[in-house]
Structure formats: C-alpha cells, structure tokens
C-alpha cells in the first residue's frame, strides 16, 4: 500500500477520543475463509489429528489515539488488503502447506497480527489492538499486539 496516512482530527480539548470519562473508541472487523489443516503431535485417535476443515472467522480490532476523517479510527474500506491477504493465502486452502508451523488458531492469530503489523498498519489511522481467529462459533484464540514480536 502507497496511500498516505489520513489526516487526524483531533477530538475534545485534549485531542483523546477518550474523552473525560476515560471511555476508549475501539473498532472491529470480521473476515471469513474456508480452510483444511491437521495437527501433528496429538494422540492416536484424536479428532484434531486428521485432516479436516473449519469455517474461519478472524476478527482484527483497531484504536487510535486521534480520530481520523470523519470521525474514524480507521476507515473500514483500509482493512481491504487484509481481507485479500486472507483470501490469497488462506481461503481454500490446506494451512499445514501454507504456515510454516503447526495451523493452530493461537499460531495463526499470531502470524496474522504480525502481517497485519508489517503490511497494513503503517499506512492507516489506527493501531491493532487485536487479532482473534475462530475455527468454530465456540471457540477463539487472541492474539494481543503486546505479544505478537
């Protein structure tokens, strides 16, 4: 991405959207992708063993510090290459070809917030606060930005 960062907009007397009350501004966005994998090490006869697939879902939260624009903390429509990075590598595919770890959801929760980090981050108005990657309605794992390096 070649865009430059938006200008900000400073919010209340102090330039926080916080405000005085200490309330914070956070913003979320959830992608989905289809994919297969297996995790190797697991007991004989283990569900997780064999090759299967989930229904993903990977939900990135952002704050900042300034509003942006109109009053964002990052326009939605910046997420875009995110969204493609998941559909490009991920979406329909096996993840034990893809990441060069076992695929489990806290190693990918922590592969895509450092992508995200690398790739997307210095151009938008926000900060990642998080990334969670969900393989069923069930279950989730986090990764915060304070333990992605």
Same mark, same amino acid.
């Given at each position: 991405m070649t865009t430059p960062r938006p200008?900000?907009?400073?919010?209340?007397?102090?330039?926080?959207p916080r405000g005085p009350d200490g309330v914070g501004?956070?913003?979320?966005?959830?992608?989905? !992708?289809?994919?297969?994998?297996?995790l190797n090490g697991l007991p004989d006869g283990h569900k997780c063993a064999r090759l299967h697939g989930h229904s993903y879902r990977v939900t990135v939260e952002l704050t900042a510090d300034e509003l942006a624009g109109p009053g964002f903390v990052?326009? !939605?429509?910046?997420?875009l290459p995110f969204s493609a990075y998941l559909a490009e590598h991920f979406d329909h595919r096996d993840l034990n070809e893809v990441l060069d770890v076992e695929p489990t959801s806290e190693r990918?929760?922590?592969?895509l917030v450092r992508w995200f980090l690398d790739n997307v981050q210095p151009v938008i108005a926000g900060r990642l606060v998080a990334v969670t990657v969900s393989?069923?309605?069930k279950t989730w794992?986090?990764?915060?930005?304070?333990?992605?390096?």
């Open positions: 200008s900000l907009t400073h919010v209340g007397p102090h330039h926080d501004l956070t913003i979320g966005k959830t992608f989905t !992708f289809e994919a297969s994998h297996r990052t326009d !939605f429509g910046d997420l990918l929760a922590l592969h393989e069923t309605p794992a986090r990764c915060t930005v304070g333990n992605a390096r």
